[in-house]
């Protein structure tokens, strides 16, 4: 892909039915509503997400998408992505609450890689140096002279929005590139080459340092990596069971450029507001349909569906994903996914992990990802995420 593919993307979000997920086949029958509207309501890195105040991506006017699903008798489930991220879910509401903190470009809900260096220098383990990002990179929330993520120093480097403020709450452009960003009425669409989270020299997370990059787009950017990701998000799916009117579903492709990588993982994270860090939850589920909810602690992994509640349990987060499958050739093995939950530096998270070794791409070759997250009361979400789980 040459320079032009970031200038050809204007009229992206003009196409409502481009990049649709052809393994629907009747979702056009759930009541739902489409909306591209951009407001300029800034956005909080404490807070709920409202919208985001400039929606380009490398100098193009991306908007925002978003998709609803009216509970009958109910409430309604919406979803909102933004351009400023590059296409990543900023907004999960069930009525009035709010589930995600949107606050960076590390942040809100995002795909993102680790590997190990394809040229096998540096780490032998992946590691967040070598960590292509859906939302973005941590230089992107950067403003002259600041000093960002384990000390990084900004220089002179900034990324304002249109009305030239610097870092959160607002936000300047994602360095992910955008090829597309559309919606029907229940299902968000986003293809997107993914930015390094971690530049070249930058510190990362236990003493990692970032290693030079190729410039695979010939852009002068070479903090955008060569993977690439395509990302359906639906509402209310009816697969895999009876339609579960509190679910969201995600399904991915992530295409893996021509490198070697001894190891690698693929994460869908979803960062949560702080107010659902109260107590984690494991959903043990039952082929009868019933199900055990069991109090966990911080820093759990399990095989089995995770939930981050409020306090009370009336407000609920839990996501069950499903195992990998690869292209023929992609991978040497690939390992059970894993759900990983934790709370730290006031914010909380759930990690969907899907691990692999001998990863040989070739420009084409994909992982094939999915993902169900639920939301609402413990009992609501482990309901539906055990039907799913009994119909996998």
Same mark, same amino acid.
């Not at 997400?49 to 006017?61: E, I, Q, W």
């Given at each position: ?9 204007? /009229? ?7 990049? @649709? ?7 056009? *029958? ?52 933004? =351009? ?33 260096? !394809?040229?096998?220098? =540096?780490?032998?383990?992946?590691? #967040? ?14 403003? !002259?002279?600041? &000093? ?20 959160? !709450?607002?936000?300047?452009?994602? +360095? ?7 919606? &029907? /009425? ?12 971690? !530049? @070249? ?45 509190? %679910? ?31 107590? =984690? ?19 759990? #992994? ?23 499958? @690869? ?6 093995? *690939? ?23 001998? %990863?040989?791409?070739?420009? +084409? ?17 482990? @309901? ?9």
């Amino acid at each position: 892909m040459k320079r032009g593919f970031l200038f050809a993307l204007a /009229s992206v979000t003009l196409c409502v039915s481009c990049g @649709a997920d052809p393994a629907e086949e009747d979702e056009g *029958l759930l009541r739902g509503t489409s909306s591209n509207s951009s407001y300029d309501i800034y956005n909080s890195a404490a807070y709920p997400a409202a919208t985001y105040s400039d929606n380009r991506n490398y100098g193009n006017y991306m908007g925002e998408q978003e998709i609803h699903y009216d509970i009958p008798g109910s409430v309604r489930l919406s979803v909102r992505a933004a =351009g400023t991220l590059a296409g990543a879910v900023v907004s999960i509401k069930l009525g009035n609450q709010e589930f995600i903190h949107s606050g960076g470009h590390g942040a809100a809900v995002s795909y993102l890689t680790h590997g190990t260096p !394809p040229s096998g220098s =540096g780490n032998s383990y992946p590691s #967040e140096c070598w960590n292509p990002t859906e939302n973005g990179s941590a230089r992107d929330d950067c403003w !002259p002279g600041a &000093t960002i993520y384990c000390g990084n120093n900004c220089g002179s480097y900034g990324n304002p929005n249109k009305n030239g403020s610097y870092g959160a !709450p607002w936000h300047g452009q994602s +360095s992910s590139a955008m090829n597309a960003f559309s919606s &029907t /009425s229940v299902q968000l669409y986003s293809d997107v080459w993914m930015a390094y989270y971690i !530049p @070249a020299g930058w510190k990362g997370w236990y003493g990692c340092t970032a290693r030079g990059y190729y410039d695979y787009h010939g852009i002068g950017n070479v903090n955008l990596s060569g993977v690439r990701l395509k990302k359906w998000v639906t509402v209310g799916p009816g697969s895999n069971g009876p339609r579960r009117p509190n %679910v969201i579903r995600f399904k991915a492709q992530i295409i893996v450029p021509n490198e070697y990588h001894a190891q690698w993982d693929s994460v869908l994270s979803l960062y949560l507001l702080s107010n659902l860090y109260y107590q =984690g939850k494991r959903v043990i589920p039952r082929s009868d349909g019933s199900y055990t909810i069991k109090d966990i602690g911080n820093k759990q #992994e399990s095989g089995y569906p995770q939930m981050l509640c409020n306090g009370s349990g009336s407000y609920c987060l839990g996501t069950l994903s499903m195992n990998a499958s @690869a292209d023929q050739g992609l991978a040497s093995s *690939l390992e059970t996914r894993r759900h990983y939950l934790a709370w730290e530096q006031g914010s909380a998270y759930i990690w969907n992990i899907w691990k692999a070794k001998g %990863v040989k791409g070739n420009n +084409s070759r994909k992982f094939h990802l999915t993902t169900y997250v639920a939301v609402g009361s413990q009992d609501s979400v482990a @309901a539906s995420l055990t039907a799913i789980w009994n119909h996998r």
